[in-house]
């Protein structure tokens, strides 16, 4: 269907975007009560326009040694979980020095109270090949999805809750299981 718009429709659209880019402007310009500067917008409380004077606000990592730390839960349903423990001593992290492997490999795991690297870690995404407890080549950059926690000031109250299907979900992943879920072949 194509629509048609008539010249005065098209002017009395221009107008009235005329008209509240105005009163845009005419707020964010002027000084006056009610109004905010530059300074105060956003979260950072700085100007937008002085990338050299912004500090990231940073917070404590965990100090627990691997092993000792408690397991945090899944922000949503198979979202990477984040490493409650120490990395000092563990980095960088390459394909062929991975000490994360060393814990957490299905095998390790339950001996070094280490959550297990899942399956689909040891599958090939693309494929759906079982790598046989082998570790996908594209898996070794661990950080690339799990970051450490850090206790810091939360500069906006967040209000999202992660869904659940079942208790486990809440730290453990089922991505194997329901990868294709809903997906039909023709």
Do not use: W
């Amino acid at each position: 269907m194509v629509f048609v718009l008539k010249r005065r429709e098209v002017i009395a659209a221009g107008v009235l975007f005329c008209a509240i880019l105005a009163l845009v402007a005419g707020g964010c310009a002027s000084s006056g009560k009610g109004t905010l500067s530059e300074d105060d917008l956003g979260i950072r409380k700085g100007s937008l326009f002085q990338e050299k004077s912004v500090v990231p606000a940073h917070g404590e990592y965990s100090k627990a040694e691997a092993g000792t730390s408690k397991t945090i839960e899944r922000a949503f349903e198979n979202s990477p979980p984040l490493i409650p423990h120490d990395l000092t001593g563990m980095l960088p992290i390459a394909e062929t020095g991975n000490l994360c492997i060393g814990c957490h490999m299905p095998e390790n795991a339950a001996g070094m109270g280490a959550t297990p690297i899942p399956k689909s870690h040891l599958m090939d995404l693309g494929t759906g090949k079982d790598l046989k407890g082998k570790l996908d080549g594209k898996r070794f950059d661990c950080m690339q999805c799990h970051v450490p926690q850090v206790e810091a000031a939360v500069p906006v109250q967040n209000l999202f809750r992660g869904e659940f299907r079942n208790e486990q979900g809440r730290v453990r992943s089922n991505l194997e299981d329901v990868l294709n879920e809903g997906v039909t072949a023709d």
